[in-house]
């Protein structure tokens, strides 16, 4: 029996591109063969990669000058690429910390230049909202500006992004990208793991404009640094082939959803619904500023923290499954990415209600 899976990622896919990806396993399209076993540079990937792309960048909308590049490593290891990629001549980059993954991103470009902290979203409840623009403090000449656009674990979205003029924008989207549109062109750079919204842990997404691609260190990889991937198309070295497969079929499921903007409007809808519900209880808590509560990832906290154990086992018998908060943080979190159904969203609410009924 499927549950409703609630995890902060590896993350829930549709069901429909797992039976595809069931259906197709030992012969993809007639050619014997699956896609895991394929040459990266053979007829039949090659078409895989390139559907791939095109229907990335549709979904998107991303003009021509920003490239989409397949990598690996994942959104902590753009963490170390990115300032390898983007200082130049440079020595400052600018961090507004959102949370534990922007923090993760200030400490690993200080093995790169000095990181310079332009502000934070760091309350006495911890990291609880996203700071307006004119509470950032540049430094004179940044490399550039990085934000994490949406905190998986302090449930902490941005969504006023700021025009800075010549100084790159970098984002790590990792756990909101294609939950709704986004304007490309305001970006530097958008990074990002496949694993939440995307497909499957392996793939990495780098979308970047096309003037910042002549920035790399001497010391970056060459198979990280941007402009050698690009001018090779994502083939420097063998991607994660089946990974970007998986990917392939999210997007042509997303586009048969209606594209990002039925997407938006379907998580408004799922996200509303359980913070309405954690807000007319006082049961629960969530401590985050409204205007910045993430619509992918929804922390919450029992008042009555010693029922915890108690609320994750009644959780899993009703099939609510990987609701227990990050470890850093504690309490509950329900991760509701793109592919967890509205049905999810409603049967965790029930359940809310029904524990809180039952001990009041």
Not at 6 to 30: C, K, N, T
Not at 64 to 83: D, K, M, T, W
Request: charged share 25%; aromatic share 8%; with cysteine.
């Amino acid at each position: 029996m499927r549950v409703f899976n609630f995890s902060a990622g590896p993350a829930a896919l549709p069901e429909e591109v797992l039976r595809q990806a069931a259906d197709e396993m030992l012969d993809w399209h007639g050619s014997g063969m699956s896609v895991m076993e394929m040459s990266h540079r053979g007829r039949e990937f090659m078409s895989i990669h390139e559907e791939a792309l095109t229907d990335l960048r549709e979904l998107l909308q991303a003009p021509a000058s920003h490239r989409i590049l397949f990598l690996q490593g994942g959104g902590l290891g753009e963490n170390a690429i990115v300032p390898m990629n983007m200082l130049g001549k440079r020595t400052v980059a600018d961090f507004v910390v959102t949370g534990s993954w922007s923090q993760k991103s200030f400490n690993e470009a200080g093995k790169y230049c000095t990181p310079h902290r332009a502000a934070s979203g760091q309350t006495a409840d911890g990291f609880t909202r996203a700071p307006k623009r004119g509470e950032w403090q540049l430094s004179d000449d940044p490399a550039y500006v990085h934000l994490c656009t949406n905190e998986t674990i302090h449930g902490v979205e941005t969504f006023d992004i700021p025009d800075l003029g010549d100084i790159p924008l970098v984002a790590d989207v990792s756990s909101h990208v294609l939950s709704r549109p986004l304007d490309v062109a305001k970006y530097g750079v958008l990074f990002g793991g496949a694993q939440k919204n995307i497909g499957m842990a392996g793939l990495t997404i780098v979308v970047v404009r096309e003037d910042l691609l002549d920035r790399a260190l001497a010391i970056c990889p060459s198979a990280f640094e941007w402009r050698i991937v690009a001018e090779n198309n994502s083939m420097y070295n063998t991607p994660p082939t089946y990974a970007i497969y998986v990917a392939g079929l999210v997007f042509k499921w997303l586009k048969r959803q209606g594209g990002l903007r039925e997407i938006e409007a379907r998580n408004l809808e799922k996200s509303k619904l359980l913070y309405d519900a954690i807000d007319a209880s006082s049961f629960y808590v969530n401590k985050v500023e409204r205007d910045s509560r993430s619509r992918m990832n929804v922390p919450f906290f029992l008042v009555d923290e010693s029922r915890n154990e108690d609320f994750l086992a009644g959780a899993k018998a009703r099939g609510l499954m990987q609701l227990k908060g990050h470890k850093s943080v504690g309490g509950m979190r329900a991760s509701i990415y793109n592919a967890v159904p509205l049905e999810g969203v409603k049967a965790l609410i029930e359940y809310m209600k029904d524990f809180e009924q039952a001990r009041a």
